[in-house]
């Protein structure tokens, strides 16, 4: 059983940071890709970024070079830090993971079967 639990969320102005975090618990957590989706009211599933068990990263075209995505193996998790962040970035931010993953389909919510509640990101403008 595995079992996926974001954290870090909140509440942050114009041009703030925020860092979120992923718990990844059961599997084997060095082979999981991990990524990280979001999904705002009325708008579909986004791809934010991914990190493969390689540790390269992939990152959606609206959040590069304002998110670095990270993994840290021996404490199981994955961190996303958001810098320069807009209004358009809130949303319910999901963590997501699973192992196989290709990469043409790593930004394809579709092939993730494990994903975590989610935890909202609110940028006030």
């Known amino acids: 059983q595995v079992q996926v639990v974001e954290s870090g969320g909140g509440l942050v102005q114009t041009g703030g940071s925020l860092r979120l975090s992923c718990a990844v618990a059961?599997?084997?957590?060095?082979?999981?890709?991990v990524g990280w989706f979001r999904q705002a009211p009325g708008k579909e599933r986004e791809f934010v970024a991914a990190?493969?068990?390689?540790?390269?990263?992939y990152y959606g075209d609206s959040v590069k070079g304002r998110f670095t995505i990270s993994r840290d193996n021996a404490k199981y998790t994955v961190s996303l830090e958001m810098n320069s962040l807009r209004p358009e970035d809130t949303a319910v931010y999901y963590c997501?993971?699973?192992?196989?993953?290709?990469?043409?389909?790593?930004?394809?919510?579709?092939?993730?079967?494990?994903w975590g509640q989610g935890t909202q990101v609110t940028v006030s403008s």
């Open positions: 059961g599997g084997t957590f060095r082979s999981f890709t």
């Open positions: 990190i493969r068990s390689s540790r390269h990263t």
């Open positions: 997501a993971a699973d192992t196989g993953i290709i990469l043409s389909s790593i930004g394809n919510y579709r092939h993730y079967d494990y």
